[in-house]
């Protein structure tokens, strides 16, 4: 499951960046058409304007290969390099009309004008729309390739030029005559102002790299806070798989929300002790796998009758069970909830091949894990529990099948009516202990 979630994850990631490039460059392709239809529009609104051969087929062959590009993008002949081969071609192409396409039809005024009338500032769009394909990597190519791109320009130009000026030629006491006779030179090349020009472009480049850098580790970082919650979740479905086959599925709950939820504690509940009654007699009489069918099946029914009743079974005792009412889970009327689950396992009883007996006491519960630091089980214990199980042993000498305390006895509602049975010493108890049967004589809910 993490693992898809990483998939598609990265495959929403890889769509983004498909569906950005395809924006920068129909962005880039749209510039492209509509300087071509300025400047042919140019001609016709200024008859003095001269169309240049060169000029048109440079916009013609960028605006082909935008659209060519658009084409193949997302589709199998797609490669990583093709959006840097493109942005390379895009803005060499830019550098390159500041070289070949003359600043003046007249041919006597030099190249290195073009700098100073257009600049730099062509280049900056392509570096920016390189941020929508979500690539850092790309951005900080585009702004790498443009300041090579502009420099290589530039010193081609210069290069080819007798005679220029920088600013290195203007005397440190200047008047306005020697700024004019520098600056406003034809031959004025302004080194400096390259410098400065590239030097920006390219920490604008790498400041927009970063940028979606950042964009892309939150990206990264929501997907990883994703797995790591499928994995917490599906940790907790296994431990809650694992151990709920060997621990009330209660506890397991508990255990999973955190590893004091069962600290040792003593409330007030209800104990609730079953056994079958001849279960001994009832499996010699009987194929062993049957045996264990037909008492696994009796025990879950029994099981999901006490949680109906908000109890939790804390251990299967051989042919029998131990449940828990009000500890260590938290549930109110435990006394009579205790009652009526047992009531409905004795009807459950009368309906299968079973005979059981119950006792019910309450009273204070000890409840906790117990064990080792490697190995710990979950129990309870204290007079109260066995109390419960010393009533459930008497039933079998008294002939009854549902046995509970005084202290169960006087919590009951009107719904239930008792009947005492006597007072007996129990075995491992001291004292006499009065003990009652119980008569459902109308069900309701507990009040």
Not at 136 to 159: D, E, S, T
Not at 269 to 276: E, K, Q
Not at 335 to 347: F, Q, T
Request: net charge negative.
């Amino acid at each position: 499951m993490p693992e898809r979630i990483r998939e598609r994850a990265l495959g929403r990631l890889v769509k983004a960046e498909q569906n950005g490039l395809r924006l920068a460059i129909f962005c880039r392709t749209a510039a492209t058409a509509a300087g071509l239809v300025w400047y042919l529009g140019a001609s016709v609104v200024s008859p003095d304007f001269e169309v240049r051969a060169l000029a048109v087929l440079s916009l013609l062959a960028f605006t082909a290969f935008g659209i060519s590009h658009l084409a193949v993008i997302g589709t199998r002949l797609d490669r990583p390099w093709i959006k840097f081969a493109i942005y390379a071609a895009d803005i060499a192409g830019v550098c390159a009309m500041f070289v070949i396409i003359p600043v003046s039809s007249t041919g006597d005024v030099p190249q290195i004008i073009a700098f100073r009338a257009y600049g730099i500032y062509y280049l900056f769009p392509l570096v920016a729309m390189a941020c929508l394909s979500l690539s850092w990597r790309l951005v900080v190519w585009a702004g790498c390739v443009a300041v090579v791109g502009w420099w290589a320009a530039f010193l081609w130009i210069v290069a080819g030029m007798d005679n220029v000026y920088s600013w290195g030629d203007i005397p440190q006491l200047a008047t306005r005559e020697d700024y004019e006779n520098v600056f406003l030179s034809a031959r004025f090349i302004g080194v400096g102002n390259r410098i400065e020009e590239t030097g920006l472009l390219f920490a604008g480049a790498l400041i927009l790299g970063l940028a979606v850098y950042r964009a892309r580790k939150v990206f990264f970082a929501q997907i990883a806070a994703e797995v790591r919650q499928e994995e917490e979740r599906l940790a907790r479905e296994r431990v809650t798989n694992t151990l709920g086959r060997y621990v009330p599925e209660a506890i397991v709950h508990k255990l999973v929300e955190g590893p004091d939820a069962l600290a040792p504690q003593v409330r007030h509940g209800s104990v609730l002790v079953l056994d079958i009654a001849d279960f001994t007699q009832f499996a010699a009489d009987r194929h062993p796998h049957d045996v264990i069918v037909s008492h696994d099946s009796f025990l879950a029914d029994a099981s999901d009758i006490v949680s109906k009743h908000e109890g939790i079974v804390i251990t299967f005792t051989g042919d029998g069970l131990l449940a828990t009412f009000n500890a260590p889970i938290e549930t109110d009327l435990p006394e009579p909830k205790s009652v009526r689950a047992a009531l409905d396992l004795l009807a459950m009883a009368d309906r299968s091949e079973f005979d059981i007996r119950i006792g019910i006491a309450s009273g204070d519960i000890a409840a906790g894990n117990i064990g080792s630091s490697r190995r710990q089980a979950f129990t309870v214990y204290g007079d109260t529990v066995n109390l419960a199980s010393r009533l459930e042993s008497q039933g079998k000498q008294l002939g009854a099948r549902l046995l509970i305390d005084a202290s169960t006895e006087q919590a009951l509602n009107a719904d239930f009516t008792t009947i005492s049975i006597g007072k007996f010493a129990l075995r491992g108890l001291e004292g006499e202990r009065e003990v009652f049967t119980v008569e459902f004589a109308n069900r309701t809910e507990d009040n």
